[in-house]
């Protein structure tokens, strides 16, 4: 129960919508969309968590569920899980929801970061998203290749743009 509360506090006076960037699953996909086009329509400004791109936002929305199997997307505002799709649509089409996001409504929702395209990650600059560090060893003419200690496991690093904006 305490790291639901260091959520809380973490995403305090934000919409926070968890989502995926992967198309496969068309259904999935379509829902993700959908929530984006009404938090959009609506005017709210939102950070979305793409959990196809990082393992660390995956083992984030399963620590806030506390399930293994979520499925996105799946809406937070100022820490307090909202609900999914369905749940979002429903509230959308009842008008609860323009009330309970009126404080979050910003002229223009659309900012996109110019660094990393709004996905809040980026390719490791020091592997360039290999995952792996090259380091010679000076006793021998050989090569050796190292996990990168500074990306997560998917050769990705959080957009530091992001983070001050």
Do not use: W
């Not at 400004?45 to 791109?53: A, L, S, T």
């Not at 083992?59 to 979520?70: G, P, T």
């Not at 995952?131 to 990168?148: G, I, M, P, Q, Y």
Request: hydrophobic fraction near 30%; include cysteine; glycine fraction near 6%.
């Amino acid at each position: 129960m305490r790291q639901l509360d260091n959520y809380k506090e973490k995403d305090a006076g934000k919409v926070v919508l968890y989502t995926t960037s992967m198309g496969i699953v068309r259904e999935t996909y379509a829902k993700c969309n959908c929530v984006k086009q009404i938090l959009r329509t609506l005017l709210v400004k939102f950070e979305e968590r793409d959990v196809f791109m990082s393992t660390e936002y995956q083992q984030e929305i399963k620590d806030r569920m506390q399930c293994d199997n979520i499925d996105v997307p799946q809406l937070f505002v100022d820490g307090q899980h909202i609900g999914n799709a369905d749940t979002v649509e429903r509230l959308n089409e009842e008008g609860e929801l323009r009330k309970m996001l009126k404080a979050y409504k910003c002229l223009d929702p659309s900012y996109t970061c110019k660094m990393c395209g709004g996905y809040r990650l980026l390719p490791c600059p020091s592997c360039n998203g290999s995952k792996k560090s090259v380091h010679r060893n000076h006793f021998t003419a050989e090569f050796v290749s190292l996990k990168c200690m500074n990306c997560d496991s998917s050769g990705l690093i959080f957009c530091n743009f992001c983070k001050t904006t």
